[in-house]
């Protein structure tokens, strides 16, 4: 029963609020608010695309932010797809350019999915 007294004079404000505006013929504007909108890009690539088991493959890209490098960010190497993924244990260190890169030692035979993350700093 309270929030239907709450909806009510809520209700009652607004309408008042829009009369008195319409009334005066002015707009009745809120304060200022300021929203930062961050644009993170982390690549990925990998050399070989191919190999042995047994042989090392390289993931290697960089953090950006807004195209500038991030450094000094953890970037983590995970198998499979990001929903059900898991983390390989294998990271590295942003550079002074944002670059990371990170050596995998393959231990069977298939086609494997990678991908990296990192928490935003």
């Known amino acids: 029963m309270k929030n239907k007294k ?68 953890e970037v983590r190497l995970c198998q499979g797809i990001p929903e059900t993924g898991f983390y390989t244990g294998l990271s590295d260190i942003t550079d002074a350019n944002g670059y990371y890169e990170i050596p995998y030692t393959t231990t069977a035979t298939g086609t494997f999915s990678f991908y990296t993350n990192a928490t935003r700093p």
């Not at 005066?24 to 042995?52: A, H, K, Q």
């Open 6 to 73: 709450l909806l009510a004079v809520a209700l009652i404000a607004i309408v008042a609020g829009a009369a008195l505006a319409w009334a005066v013929g002015e707009y009745i504007l809120s304060e200022t608010v300021t929203v930062d909108v961050y644009d993170y890009i982390l690549s990925l690539s990998v050399t070989p695309t191919s190999c042995m088991v047994g042989e090392t493959v390289t993931f290697s890209g960089t953090l950006m932010l807004n195209s500038n490098p991030v450094p000094d960010v």
